[in-house]
């Protein structure tokens, strides 16, 4: 019963390093979200994805790239690590709408 | 420009007590809202909704109120118990793409 899945948990990288994170989700949604998490922001959407092959910027998409070529995957990039993306990142599933999303256990990032 | 705020970084109760969580926002297009709850190292998980159209939904010991006039919403959970201890997020949204925006949480703390 994995429901939403995130590799790694923890990362660090130097400023300038490129990386990915996968999220894998096994509920047959259609919808998959990547959003970040910092200290007294509450989380904010990066990028969306409405079914397979397609992406839509959220609210703040700058730095970052996404792909979902799966339905099951949705793969977050970033080029070029800066310290401002030091956060945590959470994926989540839904069946959009006003439906509840399913997130996984978030992916800790630090940009040195 | 944060549009679903929560005022409150924290709260600490008894347990046995009434836990009040108060969610305020800004966008009058909002017209769906959830809840939810995260522990330490885990992702968020749903724990209530409510629709414009209803001013209140009970689920258990968690009520949801709604006032659209005020554009504030609130968590009741009584009774208040240990494991209930846990960052309470609020979210709002206006569209059907599943598109949420966050508060930025408050840490409950459940005290014997």
């Known amino acids: 019963n994995a429901g939403v899945t995130q590799t790694p948990k923890f990362r660090v990288l130097k400023t300038g390093q490129s990386m990915t994170l996968l999220c894998a989700q096994d509920?047959?949604?259609?919808?998959m979200y990547w959003y970040r998490q910092d200290p007294g922001m509450g989380l904010r959407l990066i990028h969306y994805?409405?079914?397979?092959?397609?992406?839509a910027k959220g609210e703040v998409p700058d730095g970052y790239n996404v792909s979902r070529l799966k339905k099951q995957n949705f793969l977050l990039g970033l080029e070029s690590a800066a310290p401002s993306q030091t956060s945590v990142y959470f994926c989540?599933?839904?069946?959009?709408?006003?439906?509840?999303?399913?997130f996984g256990d978030g992916t800790r990032l630090s940009i040195l | 420009d944060q549009q679903v705020k929560q005022n409150s970084p924290s709260l600490s109760v008894q347990e046995g007590r009434i836990s009040i969580l108060n969610c305020d926002y800004t966008?009058?297009?909002?017209?769906?809202f959830l809840w939810y709850k995260k522990y330490p190292a885990e992702g968020p998980t749903f724990l209530i909704s409510?629709?414009?159209?209803?001013d209140k939904n009970e689920d258990g010991r968690f009520t949801v109120f709604l006032n659209k006039s005020a554009k504030h919403l609130s968590l009741h959970i009584v009774p208040s118990q240990p494991g209930d201890s846990a960052v309470y997020f609020c979210?709002?949204?206006?569209?059907?793409?599943?598109?949420?925006?966050f508060g930025a949480g408050t840490q409950v703390v459940v005290t014997p």
């Open positions: 989540a599933s839904g069946d959009g709408g006003f439906q509840p999303q399913h």
């Open positions: 509920m047959n949604h259609e919808y």
């Open positions: 994805s409405v079914g397979e092959g397609t992406t």
């Open positions: 966008n009058s297009m909002f017209d769906y």
């Open positions: 409510i629709s414009s159209i209803k």
């Open positions: 979210a709002a949204s206006a569209d059907s793409w599943g598109k949420f925006q």
